[in-house]
Each structure stands twice: as structure tokens, then as C-alpha cells.
């Protein structure tokens, strides 16, 4: 009887932990391959998963590949007027910068991998794309 007791505290636990956190989702068709984490994610579509507690957690599938990611949680003066991911393009590599919902201020912003700040460096010029992408 104890363990039953103690398995259905568990899942009592977890499932208010859950309704604690700020979830959002978006989906995306990336038109080509890209860096996301220091992980190349295949083109195709692509699902983020965005869990919020303070600490952001990013989760992101695209093709059979997945990633987690802790971005960087940046705040606008006004809300965003679409639902996007941001990337930075340098020469034929993408790489995800940041992902931004409709009518929210808050932005979240990816962290440079090696080899985005390597191409910083060799100043390689770089250009922001933007794929819309609709909010669940």
C-alpha cells in the first residue's frame, strides 16, 4: 500500500509542477538546414517547445533530430507583432538566434555556438532571416 501511496504522491507532484510552468509552442517550416545548440538540425518542420519557470527551457525538434537549449530571456518595450524565429545567416550556414510569439514582450534568445562566434571573429558578414511560425 505504501508504494501505491508514494507513486500516486509522485504523479500528484509532477502533474502540479506542470501546471506551475509557462508553456508555449511553435511550429515553423524551415526552409533549410540550421544550427541550433551546436547541433545541425535538418530543413523541414520544425517544433519548439518553450517551458518558463525563470529558467527558460527550449526543446526542439526538427526532422528525427532533437535538442534542448536554455536560452537567454530578453524584454521588449512592446510585443511582438508576429511569431517567428530568428536566424543569423553567415555566408551558406544558419544558425537559430531567437524565438519570438505574437503579442508577448518577452523574446528568447539562443546562445552563440563555437562556431557562430568563430565566424564572428573572421568577421564574415552576417544578415538576420526570419521564418514566421504559428503559435500553439
Same mark, same amino acid.
Given at each position: $500500500?505504501?508504494?501505491?501511496?508514494?507513486?500516486?504522491?509522485?504523479? %500528484? $507532484?509532477?502533474?502540479?509542477?506542470?501546471? @506551475? #510552468?509557462?508553456?508555449?509552442? $511553435? %511550429?515553423?517550416?524551415? &526552409?533549410?538546414?540550421?544550427?541550433?545548440?551546436?547541433?545541425?538540425?535538418?530543413?523541414? $518542420?520544425?517544433?519548439?517547445?518553450?517551458?518558463?519557470?525563470?529558467?527558460? !527551457? !527550449?526543446?526542439?525538434?526538427?526532422?528525427?533530430?532533437? +535538442?534542448?537549449?536554455? &536560452? +537567454? =530571456?530578453?524584454?521588449?518595450?512592446? &510585443?511582438?507583432?508576429?511569431?517567428?524565429?530568428?536566424?543569423?545567416? /553567415?555566408?551558406?550556414? #544558419?544558425? +537559430?538566434?531567437? *524565438?519570438?510569439?505574437?503579442?508577448? =514582450?518577452?523574446? /528568447?534568445? *539562443?546562445? &552563440?555556438?563555437?562556431?557562430?562566434?568563430?565566424?564572428? @571573429?573572421? %568577421?564574415?558578414?552576417?544578415?538576420?532571416?526570419?521564418?514566421?511560425?504559428?503559435?500553439?
Amino acid at each position: $500500500m505504501k508504494k501505491h501511496g508514494a507513486a500516486l504522491l509522485i504523479l %500528484t $507532484m509532477v502533474a502540479f509542477t506542470g501546471i @506551475a #510552468y509557462a508553456q508555449r509552442g $511553435m %511550429t515553423a517550416q524551415v &526552409p533549410f538546414d540550421f544550427i541550433a545548440n551546436g547541433k545541425t538540425m535538418p530543413a523541414g $518542420m520544425c517544433k519548439i517547445e518553450i517551458q518558463d519557470d525563470g529558467q527558460a !527551457v !527550449v526543446w526542439i525538434t526538427s526532422g528525427n533530430q532533437h +535538442l534542448l537549449a536554455l &536560452p +537567454l =530571456k530578453e524584454w521588449s518595450s512592446s &510585443p511582438s507583432q508576429k511569431t517567428a524565429l530568428v536566424f543569423h545567416k /553567415y555566408r551558406d550556414r #544558419y544558425f +537559430l538566434a531567437g *524565438l519570438k510569439r505574437e503579442g508577448l =514582450k518577452e523574446t /528568447y534568445e *539562443l546562445r &552563440p555556438g563555437n562556431v557562430e562566434r568563430e565566424l564572428r @571573429a573572421q %568577421t564574415v558578414e552576417d544578415r538576420d532571416i526570419t521564418v514566421l511560425a504559428s503559435a500553439e
